[in-house]
């Protein structure tokens, strides 16, 4: 399962990478057209917008699994273990009914446009294409979700291990009053 979870977390950081350089460039190619010689391309903005949009939702995978994410846990890290596991595992549960009412709402729109054919302003590509991103993207938050519950039930983690403000921040400015120390002696 780690080696699955391994190839994943590569190809979206390449997805992501990739979706992050072409947005950046074709947004600087725009703007030297339009500023340097009055004219710009018809598409770009609806293209990086789309990438944009992408690059967000491949974003939010990636970054769950990395814990990148910002969470409010201070009130359960005052339980016991045990106690933060089951606490865990509610909100895993609630986390994949959220991505399951998505997938089936994304399912039914995507459906939709599909049927009624709809394209986009200025890509020549139909408006579903686009929008197929909803299932990849809210597939691969579910993946990450109960791989997250594997390793709470197999007692590998009790909680989502992200990121702690809070105690980053203490961290942070305690090494500056440290470095400040150093330069007053």
């Known amino acids: 399962m780690t080696a699955l979870f391994s190839l994943l977390e590569r190809v979206e950081r390449t997805i992501i990478g990739l979706l992050l ?5 074709i947004v600087f190619v725009e703007v030297v057209l339009r500023y340097g010689f009055d004219h710009g391309v018809l598409w770009a903005e609806e293209l990086v917008l789309t990438m944009a949009s992408w690059f967000v ?4 995978s990636w970054a769950l699994r990395q814990g990148a994410h910002i969470s409010v846990d201070a009130l359960i890290k005052l339980f016991p273990n ?13 986390c994949l009914i959220y991505c399951a009412i998505f997938l089936m709402g994304s399912w039914e729109y995507i459906k939709l446009m599909q049927l009624i054919n709809v394209d986009m302003e200025d890509l020549p590509f139909k408006r579903w294409h686009a929008l197929s991103i909803l299932l990849v993207a809210f597939s691969l938050l579910s993946l990450n979700f109960l791989y ?22 203490m961290r942070l ?11 007053n002696n």
């Open 21 to 25: 350089a072409l947005m950046t460039g």
């Open 57 to 60: 939702l491949f974003g939010a």
């Open 82 to 94: 045990p106690l933060q596991r089951l606490l865990t595992g509610v909100a895993i549960i609630g």
């Open 148 to 169: 997250i519950a594997w390793r709470v039930l197999s007692n590998q983690q009790s909680s989502f291990h992200m990121v702690d403000e809070a105690s980053e921040s």
């Open 173 to 183: 400015a305690e090494e500056a009053q440290g470095q400040n120390g150093e330069k």
